[in-house]
């Protein structure tokens, strides 16, 4: 593709703002919260929205329905290039605590703030802002054209933030459907303020457990001191996960772990991460966790446990003297390297159950599961679309780690033999999955810039 055929592309995307933006609002407003069956009809509508949107850009276009809430695929195509799937997600995490939002999380609106002009609403970062960069880059593109900027698979899910349970079973009845020649996601962020490619990402293994002991909650002050508290039980082993220098203490968990490469660690030390600023930012100020390890070594090449909630007993307003029978616990580890998450759960379930005293049982309830994944950085799509980003952002694209969990990563090679591609514009203050989610409007904007140039340069 000319380098030329972009340039008019960025000046219709620069004209075409608002209407973009009125476009996002549309679909922030209907509340696919994936994991709450409430809303199921909503994860329906979002597809159904997604479709018709995609129709109208000339794509072939459907939403496929699953055990649990649709996938849209849509096809389109133009020009002899290589054949890309674009990947994002539809769905968003609950709005709770809903009280600590300043307005309704499904009522969008444009605010301006101390750092610039945001969108406010859940989902705006995660991932609806994310994903409609690139709708809107294939729209603009075609709008000057009048055609689409190369052979595209759009592929969009609606259960990410709920564990993906139908992404597996999808992707092996489609696989030919979804071949293409490398796979574009955009589900993560910038470093900072600088572009980046993410080209590592931790796995996740979630487990919930209830503790019984007592046949019923009892009065704390007719069996305390005789009976056994299974909040006490529960506290205590969760207490010996990590020892004093935050290593976590279940056998074999470091299998499978291996060290930075020199050449990583270098890298990474180039991209002269604040981890005082990052922890500020939220009013922290002392890393925890492993204290022989960097900051971004903790944020990205080692695994952790983290207790993800703990309840039992009376919680509820005004005080109970309650000695209960049951306590409850959610506990997630993120994975990295060659770390396995079934042989981790195993391990988990093991080390609690042989940390209970008489008269206690434990129950499970497995939740995520995906191991780390790497990407392939010498894939050429890699170069050309850093190439692209440091064009439109001044400065050099950076390759770097990503905390979280995008599964679908490391499935698009397992089931399709795709490498991915995953870039993004979120920013650390987003408050993903948080009260007050927001996209920067400059994230937004420059986000549908990047991928008409990524688009120039791969399709
Ligand atoms: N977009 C995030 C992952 C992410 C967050 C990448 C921040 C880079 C920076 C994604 O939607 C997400 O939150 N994933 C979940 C995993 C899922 C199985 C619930 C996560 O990481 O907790
Ligand atoms: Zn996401």
């Known amino acids: 593709m000319p380098a030329a055929a972009v340039s008019p592309v960025l000046d219709q995307i620069d004209a075409t703002l608002p209407a973009a933006l009125e476009r996002l609002m549309d679909l922030l407003r209907i509340p696919s919260i994936s994991t709450d069956p409430a809303f199921k009809p909503d994860c329906a509508r979002a597809a159904d929205w997604l479709v018709a949107e995609l129709q109208a ?23 002899t290039g ?9 769905d968003v995490q609950p709005v709770d605590p809903l009280s600590l939002w300043h307005r309704d999380p499904f009522d969008p609106a444009i605010e301006e703030t101390a750092k610039g ?11 609806k802002g994310q994903l409609m960069t690139f709708i809107e880059a294939c729209r603009a593109w075609k709008a000057v054209h009048g055609t689409l900027p190369g052979k595209l698979t759009i592929f969009l899910e609606g259960e990410e933030e709920s564990g993906s349970p139908s992404l597996i079973p999808f992707l092996k009845a489609n696989a030919e459907e979804l071949s293409a020649d490398v796979a574009l ?11 980046a490619i993410v080209t590592m990402l931790r796995g996740l293994l979630g487990e919930e457990f209830t503790i019984r002991a007592a046949s019923r909650d009892l009065h704390s002050g007719m069996y305390g001191g005789l009976a056994q508290n299974p909040i006490h039980v529960l506290t205590r082993i969760l207490a010996g996960l990590h020892d004093a220098e935050g290593h976590v203490q279940v056998p074999g968990f470091y299998d499978g772990v291996s060290e930075l490469s020199d050449d990583l660690r270098a890298q990474w030390q180039n991209l002269a991460f604040d981890h005082a600023r990052f922890l500020g930012d939220v009013g922290l100020s002392v890393p925890a966790g492993e204290q022989d390890r960097t900051p971004l070594e903790k944020l990205w090449s080692r695994p952790t446990a983290e207790v993800n909630g703990i309840w039992g007993g009376y919680t509820g307003d005004g005080f109970k003297t309650v000695l209960p029978g049951e306590a409850h616990a959610k506990v997630s580890f993120r994975l990295v390297g060659q770390q396995d998450p079934d042989t981790l759960r195993q391990a988990f379930r093991s080390w609690v159950e042989a940390q209970l005293p008489a008269d206690c049982s434990v129950t ?13 950085i010498g894939h050429p799509a890699f170069a050309a679309a850093r190439a692209a980003l440091t064009e ?7 390759f770097i780690g990503a905390g979280g969990s995008i599964p679908v990563a490391g499935y698009f090679k397992t089931y399709l033999g795709l490498d991915a591609i995953l870039l993004g514009f979120g920013k650390d203050d987003d408050q993903i999955h948080s009260p007050n989610e927001k996209y920067d409007l400059t994230s937004f904007h420059k986000g549908i ?3 008409a140039r990524v688009l120039e340069k791969l399709a």
């Open 449 to 451: 810039r990047s991928w």
């Open 185 to 195: 996601i955009c589900d993560t962020g910038l470093f900072g303020e600088t572009p």
């Open 82 to 90: 290589p054949h890309l799937l674009f990947y994002g997600h539809y």
């Open 57 to 79: 850009l000339g794509f072939d276009a459907s939403a496929r329905p699953t055990p649990g809430h649709p996938m849209v695929v849509a096809h389109g195509s133009s020009g």
């Open 364 to 376: 499970w309830k497995g939740h995520g599961n995906s191991p780390a994944s790497v990407m392939a």
């Open 392 to 398: 439109e952002w001044g400065m050099p694209a950076a």
């Open 117 to 127: 002009r945001v969108i406010r609403a859940r989902g705006a970062s995660d991932d």
